[in-house]
């Protein structure tokens, strides 16, 4: 006679297939969004670290730059390492780079020039500054990752040539 059970057992368990079948359709839906591949920058993309100082006095970075490759590069991702005994880059850079300078903070990277647009061309050099605050130490090292704007599937793309870093000791 008490019926009352059943529908409530039948009504879970439809609950149950209804929410499997919404998460498969937005698990499709979503994996549309995620590329394929990853992004990755053409071969012979490249920078050269032509000079860096850095002055514990004045607290100020200055790195010049070159394009060695063959394709222009937007900016560059810049971290320095503040102690010897760790491998590990963690201090990210860009933040401090020099309002006067002729550079703009994109994300966590620099850019040479107008946002969207690979400005820094093959054989030319750029100098650029940073003010390292106190709270920082002292820069022993940088690791340099060129960055560039890329039309992938006809939407422009801001991919790091991750195979292009390079570390320079101060």
């Known amino acids: 006679m008490n019926k009352k059970g059943v529908s409530a057992i039948i009504g879970y368990a439809l609950l149950v297939v209804f929410a499997l079948i919404i998460s ?12 394929k591949e990853a992004l ?5 993309t490249s920078i050269l670290v032509r000079n860096v100082t850095f002055s514990q006095s004045s607290r100020y970075l200055n790195i010049t730059l070159e394009n060695n490759g063959r394709f ?26 020099n309002q006067n300078s002729t550079a703009t903070i994109f994300g966590n990277s620099v ?33 340099i990752i ?20 390079i570390k320079e000791v101060i």
């Open 72 to 97: 222009d590069v937007a900016g560059y991702l810049i971290h320095g390492k503040n102690n010897l005994s760790k491998e590990v880059y963690q201090v990210d850079l860009s933040g401090y780079l």
């Open 111 to 143: 850019v040479l020039g107008i946002i969207g647009d690979n400005i820094f061309s093959p054989g030319e050099q750029k100098t650029n500054s940073f003010s390292i605050p106190v709270a920082v130490g002292t820069i022993y090292s940088v690791r």
């Open 146 to 165: 060129p960055t560039r704007f890329q039309d992938e599937d006809n939407r422009q793309r801001f991919v790091i040539c991750s195979y292009s870093r």
């Open 40 to 44: 990755n920058c053409p071969d012979g």
């Open 24 to 35: 498969v359709g937005v698990y499709a839906w979503l994996k549309t969004y995620i590329p």
